[in-house]
């Protein structure tokens, strides 16, 4: 009965917010689209999720090495680098440059 009681707490607390704020209704101060697309671009987001990228997969890489060579004290080169090669183009499916164009081109056109 106690779990049940906690449940039904829990989604209480999580739903109650999101329809305070439905009925709230729209504030005539909420930014439109293009100016919240604006202030990214102002604030170099684009370069900075570059970038928040790249040091994620130089992370990732870093510790898959150094787990490795936890596991393999006396790795060779050349098993390291077949490692190192596992993150290479990790991200390169994410169309992230594809995004960013679709988003200011539409920005662009209104």
């Given amino acids: ?3 049940l009681t906690a449940v039904l707490v829990v989604v209480v607390a999580l739903t109650l917010p999101a ?5 709230a209704g729209e504030s005539p101060n909420v930014p439109d689209r293009t100016d919240v697309l604006k202030l990214l671009e102002l604030m170099h987001a684009r370069i900075q999720m ?3 990228i790249d040091g994620v997969t130089k992370q990732m890489r870093l510790g898959a090495e150094a ?9 060779t080169p050349e098993q390291l680098a077949k490692v190192d090669k596992l993150f290479n183009g990790i991200f390169d499916d994410l169309p992230l440059e594809r995004w960013w ?4 081109r539409s920005t662009k056109s209104t």
């Fill in 67 to 75: 787990g490795f060579k936890l596991k393999v004290p006396n790795a």
């Fill in 1 to 3: 009965m106690h779990k």
């Fill in 101 to 104: 164009t679709q988003s200011f």
């Fill in 19 to 23: 329809t305070l704020i439905a009925q």
């Fill in 50 to 52: 570059k970038q928040t």
